[in-house]
């Protein structure tokens, strides 16, 4: 299995996916085909390292829970992630969400 990013280990943390959760999620971006996951797997790589902006960015412009709940669909549709633990991915996504569509709250140093 592809070790996690720490980028992405930060935003797994911040949206409370189980250990198990996290490992299967990147492990389906990491072997995903479809441009979506891809593009965005892609967007977590080069983020890191690039200070409060871009992980700002990151978190509120390229991985807003719509956007989210788009790549989950992609990857369940992919066959990457079974049905049953991409609906439980999601539903982490949809308790980390506020009633506007927003995260609740921003993970912390999620910049560093």
């Known amino acids: 299995m ?3 990013h720490p980028a992405f280990r930060l935003l797994a943390t911040y949206w409370r996916l189980s250990d ?3 490992r299967h999620f ?4 990491s072997q995903s085909q479809y441009s979506q996951p ?3 797997r892609q967007q977590v790589l080069l983020s890191w390292g690039r200070g409060r902006a871009t992980a700002d960015h990151l978190l509120h412009g390229v991985s807003t829970p719509q956007a989210m709940l788009e790549v ?3 990857l369940i549709h992919e066959q990457q992630l079974s049905h049953q633990e991409g609906h439980a991915i999601e539903e982490c ?3 980390a969400t506020t ?3 927003g995260w609740k709250n921003e993970p912390r140093h999620a910049h560093e």
């Not at 990147?26 to 971006?29: F, Q």
């Open 2 to 4: 592809t070790p996690v």
């Open 20 to 22: 198990r959760q996290m």
């Open 26 to 29: 990147w492990s389906a971006l």
């Open 38 to 40: 891809r593009t965005w």
């Open 72 to 74: 989950v669909e992609a």
């Open 93 to 95: 996504f949809l308790r």
């Open 99 to 101: 009633a506007d569509g």
